[in-house]
């Protein structure tokens, strides 16, 4: 399974981005897709994540703020992050896991997001 990223770049404090992701690939099904992000010095953390029937779950700090969505048809993820602020500054990354007989975990190779202040 191949997850490519897109969307990232420099925004001022307050501003807006979306983030997209898409599957690609030979699989089942991706039973829970989302976004990690990891800042310098830091470790990677879950900022939202989305299962196939539609539950999502936020971290604390951006709840309110993002939005994720995905398509099953399109096998794709989206991440919509309003009112940005600098300490939302990371490398984020699309993550998805397929259930076989056991959990199969995906990684795209991760999209920088910087917000100025």
């Known amino acids: 399974v191949h997850l490519v990223e897109s969307g990232g770049g420099l925004v001022q404090s307050g501003g807006s981005l979306r983030l997209s992701c898409a599957a690609s690939?030979?699989?089942?099904?991706?039973?829970?897709m989302g976004w990690y992000r990891q800042a310098p010095g830091k470790q990677r953390e879950l900022v939202a994540e989305i299962t196939s029937g539609g539950s999502a779950d936020y971290l604390d700090s951006v709840k309110g703020r993002f939005s994720i969505s995905r398509d099953n048809a399109q096998n794709t993820v989206s991440l919509q992050m309003n009112s940005l602020k600098p300490e939302d500054t990371a490398v984020y990354y699309c993550?998805?896991?397929?259930?076989?007989?056991?959990?199969?975990?995906?990684w795209g190779q991760g999209t920088q997001v910087t917000v100025s202040s």
């Open positions: 993550n998805a896991v397929e259930v076989r007989l056991a959990p199969i975990e995906y």
């Open positions: 690939g030979s699989f089942s099904r991706l039973e829970t």
